[in-house]
C-alpha cells in the first residue's frame, strides 16, 4: 500500500486525525485536504491525507490561522513533488551514465554557458596575467 493509496471512508480518517468528520468536509471545502472521491462520490482518504490533517491539527493549535495552514500545506506539497522529480532525474541519469558511461562531459564556461567536451580532455586554462594599478591622483 502506497502512502498516497484512497483506502479510508471519512470516519476512519476522521478518527485517525482525531477530528470530527464534519470538519474534514469543511476542510475538503476549503481545500485544505481535498480527498479522492469513489464513483458514487464518496470521499476516500489516504494515509498521506491522514497526516496532513494531523499537521493541521497541530498548526491551528499553535495558532496559525487556516489561510497560514493553507500557504504551508501548499508550500509542503510543493518542496514533495519536486523532490520526487529530482530522484526521479537522479534515477534517470544514474542508469544513462551505467548504459553509457563516459559518453559526454561538460564543463561551465567564462560566462557561465554550458561547454561540451570530448570525453578524456580537459577544458583550456587561462593563463594570462592581468596587472591592475590603482588611478592616483597627484
Do not use: K
Not at 506539497?77 to 544514474?94: F, G, K, M, P, Y
Not at 551505467?98 to 593563463?127: C, H, I, Y
Amino acid at each position: 500500500m502506497e502512502p498516497t493509496d484512497p483506502v479510508f471512508a471519512i470516519a476512519v480518517a476522521a478518527e485517525l486525525a482525531g477530528m470530527h468528520p464534519q470538519t474534514l468536509r469543511q476542510y475538503d471545502r476549503l481545500e485544505l485536504v481535498v480527498p479522492q472521491r469513489t464513483a458514487g462520490q464518496s470521499r476516500r482518504y489516504s494515509m498521506r491525507d491522514v497526516v496532513q490533517l494531523r499537521e493541521i491539527a497541530r498548526l491551528g493549535a499553535e495558532g496559525v490561522s487556516l489561510e497560514g495552514i493553507r500557504r504551508i500545506l501548499q508550500l509542503e506539497n510543493q518542496v514533495a513533488a519536486l523532490a520526487d522529480r529530482v530522484r526521479e532525474l537522479e534515477s534517470a541519469l544514474a542508469d544513462e551514465l551505467l548504459n553509457r558511461p563516459g559518453r559526454r562531459v561538460f564543463a561551465g564556461g567564462e560566462s557561465g554557458e554550458v561547454v561540451s567536451l570530448r570525453a578524456g580532455t580537459r577544458t583550456q586554462r587561462n593563463t594570462q596575467l592581468v596587472v591592475w594599478r590603482p588611478l592616483t591622483h597627484d
